[in-house]
């Protein structure tokens, strides 16, 4: 009976002594948490990388593992050329995004140093683009590119100098035109993230920088651009990452047309599985999607460690 009693007390003890531990650990805030993304991201990516060692379909539950998906993917004259429009829209996405950021931000710090009216409402109104989701943006600009007399931009320039431009119509000029609408959508992103960098710039170094006979533009160029030069690369990388992702605005503006001349990676994912039904090419495409970034994802926190340590 006593050995009986010891033997609950050392029971009871251990019970105690495991639960104040799990009190003490952060396992059990994380536990939850840990599950979900297993479940919601790690097993999806998994699965689309098994899926894309395999000629998988939508049409046929039956499959094999084999490297033909990787082979008929970097093999065809589409994936150069889906690569190719991929590059063009990012680049010139992400460069206008920046430059036409820095200006608006750099245009409404100014404005509110001297105390102008109206920088409440421009910033509102930028944002609004931002705010926008992407179908709504596809919907809207395919309304103001649209080619008859209905179209804004056709109409006025067929008003004012008698001639109108095929926006979605030409292979050449619509992929021009989703660019366009892209650097409209995440221009305010940028502004957002490069106003808030200048609202922090010490204003003693400005002030020597004046005292010492630096104009605006020397300003810009050796004291405010090089002060923000961190959040700018952290904004690069993030808008780069986000215009690689895009696809509801280009599958509601283009659909990727005409013919294939404006299918960005993330739209081509789309048309591979849903509806050319070759499961495993479109998985294979995604693979190259998720290496790309993950490269930049890695040279972002390389950096934010880099950051670190120098601090």
């Known amino acids: 009976m006593t050995n009986l009693k010891l033997d609950y007390q050392q029971t009871s003890s251990a019970k105690v002594s495991i639960f104040k531990v799990l009190g003490n650990s952060p396992v059990p805030w994380l536990f939850p948490l840990a599950m979900i993304l297993v479940f ?67 245009l ?29 943006i596809g919907i809207i600009w395919s309304m103001l590119y649209n080619e008859s007399q209905i179209g804004v931009i056709n109409y006025m320039l067929h008003s004012f100098f008698g001639w109108s431009l095929p926006f979605l119509s030409d292979p050449n000029v619509a992929l021009i035109s989703v660019t366009l609408a892209n650097i409209w959508r995440g221009t305010a992103f940028s502004m957002i993230m490069i106003y808030a960098g200048l609202q922090t710039l010490p204003r003693d170094i400005i002030e020597a920088a004046m005292i010492d006979g630096a104009n605006a533009i020397k300003r810009l160029v050796y ?18 990452v986000d215009t690689f992702n895009t696809f509801d605005m280009v599958m509601a503006l283009t659909g990727g047309g005409p013919g294939q001349s404006t299918e960005v ?47």
């Not at 990388?49 to 093999?75: C, G, K, V």
């Open 40 to 106: 919601v991201f790690l097993y999806p990516i998994v699965d689309m990388i098994r899926l894309s060692f395999t000629n998988a379909n939508l049409i046929s539950a039956e499959y094999d593992y084999t490297l033909s998906s990787y082979l008929t993917l970097f093999t065809s004259s589409g994936f150069s050329r889906m690569i190719l429009i991929t590059l063009f829209f990012v680049f010139f996405s992400v460069l206008f995004q920046m430059l036409l950021g820095c200006l608006i931000a750099l």
């Open 108 to 136: 409404i710090d100014q404005g509110v140093k001297r105390g102008l009216t109206g920088t409440v409402m421009v910033r509102t109104s930028v944002l609004s683009a931002w705010a926008i989701p992407g179908v709504i």
């Open 223 to 240: 004291v405010v651009i090089p002060t923000l030069a961190p959040l700018l690369l952290i904004n690069l990388i993030i808008i780069t």
């Open 265 to 311: 990676i993330a739209l081509s994912i789309y048309n591979r599985i849903f509806r050319e039904f070759e499961l495993g090419q479109g998985a294979a495409t995604a693979v190259v999607l998720l290496a790309i970034n993950t490269l930049m994802t890695i040279i972002y926190f390389h950096y934010m460690e880099k950051k670190q340590v120098v601090a």
